[in-house]
């Protein structure tokens, strides 16, 4: 077999045997597609043709061509695997599994542990050697992820639990004939523009940005969604006052006049204002539930702000506020063609048990760091 200019050579023998490998039902499909790889380039066709063809990387291409130029036909079959799994004594695996659950030594400098740094730690201290391959598996086997941190509050609401029983009820179970509204507003959502054109998406290449974006202001969104039927309304206003909030409020229950209004919302001083308490003695229909304090995660607008801000805020490029207000608006209504409610599923019960067991985590952390 020759290589000349880049081209495949194959004997008679060769290409009976690398066809025969095509089709054979008895050859498994990667090592067929390994064959037909070096049959097309014997064929005279450029690596970027048979990348395609064959549905794999380049430099895959280049790696079988270069080992049947090496081997030969045999170059193609799959080899041995490798030595087997790690033996690693129950001690040293215990070892790290309670070293990953608590922060690096403060001497290292670390803020949280990677699988190379816990190796290289347990090598330090226990001398054993570990591989951060058997790291990796280790903590993917047990649930535990140290690169990745997320957030929680525990609100000191006193009325915390009947405050929860009454929201999810109103999910669950929502009075017959009512409305429940999820509302909220998104404060502050800046315009920002790019300083160059965005570069679109293309084949083998994400969408591209600059990293540096100017300011040109920003707005107020008010929204409210009907738990029931997943629809939302919403309202851009540049500030957030208490006549704001009730001028928003009075639009968002109208359209359901004649009915009883039950209506989630936050602990937010706007939402208190003395003419907001005034219109509400006044309208008796419509009853507001309060959010415990510090768990806005139990209001389902949040859930909403959530979406719209990942499919429209967050990568969009306005070059002014009105723009933005104007896309915001063409959110909703493409959002409302086609609506529907946030499946809620965790009973009070649940939610209790929980926080609960946060609570108590958080008393050992707390009496074990103070010993």
């Known amino acids: 077999m020759l290589v000349l200019a880049g081209r495949v050579e194959l004997t008679v023998d060769q290409r009976s045997e690398l066809r025969a490998m095509v089709n054979s039902p008895d050859v498994s499909a990667a090592v067929a597609t390994r064959a037909r790889i070096v049959l097309w380039r014997a064929q005279g066709r450029p690596k970027v043709e048979i990348s395609e063809l064959a549905g794999v990387s ?3 291409v280049d ?3 270069d080992r049947f130029a090496a081997e030969g036909v045999a170059g193609l079959l799959d080899r041995p695997r490798g030595a087997g799994r790690e ?3 129950a001690s040293i695996r215990a070892r790290i599994l309670a070293a990953s659950r608590v922060s690096p030594p403060a001497e290292t400098g670390l803020s949280h542990w990677s699988s190379r740094e816990m190796a290289a730690f347990i090598a330090r201290t226990e001398s054993v050697a570990v591989s951060h391959h058997y790291v990796s598996k280790l903590w993917r086997d047990n649930g535990l992820t140290p690169h990745r ?3 929680f509050t525990l609100s000191r609401d006193p009325e915390f639990a009947e405050k929860v029983a009454d929201i999810v009820g109103l999910y669950l179970d929502p009075p017959g004939g009512a409305v429940v509204l999820s509302l909220d507003e998104k404060t502050q959502i ?3 523009d790019r300083t160059q054109p965005m570069l679109p998406i293309t084949f083998a290449a994400t969408e591209k940005r600059t990293h540096d974006y100017v300011r040109h202001g920003v707005t107020n969104l008010f929204a409210a969604l009907n738990v029931g ?11 957030r006052d208490g006549a704001d909030f009730l001028a928003f409020l009075k639009k968002a229950v109208k359209p359901h006049t004649g009915k009883d209004i039950h209506v989630v919302l936050d602990n937010l001083s706007t939402h208190t204002t003395p003419d907001v308490v005034t219109w509400l003695a006044d309208n008796p229909q419509v ?5 415990p304090i510090g768990s806005s995660w139990i209001n389902q607008i949040e859930t909403w702000f959530g979406v719209i801000t990942r499919q429209s805020i967050r990568r969009g490029t306005f070059t002014s506020v009105k723009v933005l207000i104007a896309q915001i608006r063409d959110y909703i209504a ?3 063609t086609n609506p529907k409610p946030f499946a809620w599923t965790a009973t009070a019960d649940e939610i209790l048990a929980k926080v609960r067991l946060v609570q108590t985590n958080i008393r050992k952390l707390v009496d074990n760091n103070a010993k």
């Open 190 to 192: 800046q315009a920002l």
């Open 287 to 291: 009853r507001f539930h309060f959010t």
């Open 149 to 151: 941190q997320g957030t």
């Open 334 to 336: 493409h959002w409302n």
């Open 87 to 89: 033996q690693v004594p």
């Open 229 to 239: 039927t997943g629809e939302v309304f919403g309202e851009c206003k540049p500030t």
């Open 58 to 60: 380049r430099p895959t």
């Open 63 to 65: 790696q079988w061509l």
